[in-house]
């Protein structure tokens, strides 16, 4: 069966720095990995895949994720974060039904 | 341009009274999912449709609960009779192409509250 893990319930980072929200998964075959973003009372807004190629993906507001096979990772991250990146963050993979982890609350101060 | 539409957006209802909600899918997505998130379980996956034909409706957790997509435009995702421990936001997504590989987009959800 597959699973994803998001390893930090909350992560904490100072305006202007990087951010890494991390994932890791198992899954058998070919993975395909997702992140999303979810706001408070809003539905999840998707922000990148991967499912083959580039290992760095890079997607909406700034964010790119990168996938390591050999550690079965796939971590979010920003090179520099904002306040307004302060959210929810969701990994999904999909070997067949989509398996959501169970999230991460960013928190960027200013 | 429109988003996936969902109403209502808050249903708050006696156990055992039927719940009835409600999807709009973005225009010209053929595909559409019914998900539930609870802070217990987190986000699951309920039933997905392709082209209005269900597929996959492994994640319905009973008999009470039933989806329909009488067209492309519209889905419902029913319970009845309905139980306290349903109680949860129910997000509707829809995709464009089949299966589960494409990007979702999710409306806003319903928060249902079952006393």
């Known amino acids: 069966a597959q699973s994803v893990a998001q390893p930090e319930d909350q992560v904490n980072v100072a305006e202007g720095n990087p951010l890494t929200v991390k994932c890791t998964y198992s899954?058998?075959?070919?993975?395909?990995l997702f992140w999303y973003v979810q706001y408070p009372n809003r539905g999840l807004q998707f922000l990148l895949k991967y499912i083959t190629g580039d290992n760095l993906v890079k997607g909406s507001y700034g964010f790119e994720a990168e996938f390591n096979k050999s550690q079965t990772s796939f971590h979010l991250k920003k090179p520099s974060a904002l306040v307004s990146d302060s959210a929810l963050y969701f990994c999904?993979?999909?070997?067949?039904?989509?398996?959501f982890g169970r999230g991460t609350s960013l928190i960027v101060h200013p | 341009d429109a988003g996936v539409i969902q109403s209502p957006r808050h249903e708050v209802t006696e156990m055992g009274q039927e719940v009835t909600l409600r999807c709009k899918p973005i225009?010209?997505?053929?595909?559409l999912f019914w998900y539930r998130q609870t802070m217990m379980r987190g986000l699951e996956l309920l039933i997905y449709f392709n082209n209005n034909v269900p597929i996959d409706d492994s994640g319905m957790p009973e008999d009470r609960f039933s989806a329909k997509m009488p067209n492309a435009s519209f889905s419902t995702l029913k319970i009845q009779p309905s139980e306290p421990r349903d109680s949860a936001v129910y997000f509707c997504?829809?995709?464009?192409?089949?299966?589960?590989?494409?990007?979702?987009?999710f409306g806003d959800g319903t928060r249902l509250s079952i006393l």
């Open positions: 999904a993979v999909r070997g067949g039904r989509p398996t």
């Open positions: 899954v058998s075959g070919n993975p395909y």
């Open positions: 225009s010209g997505h053929n595909s």
């Open positions: 997504a829809s995709s464009l192409g089949g299966g589960y590989n494409q990007p979702q987009h």
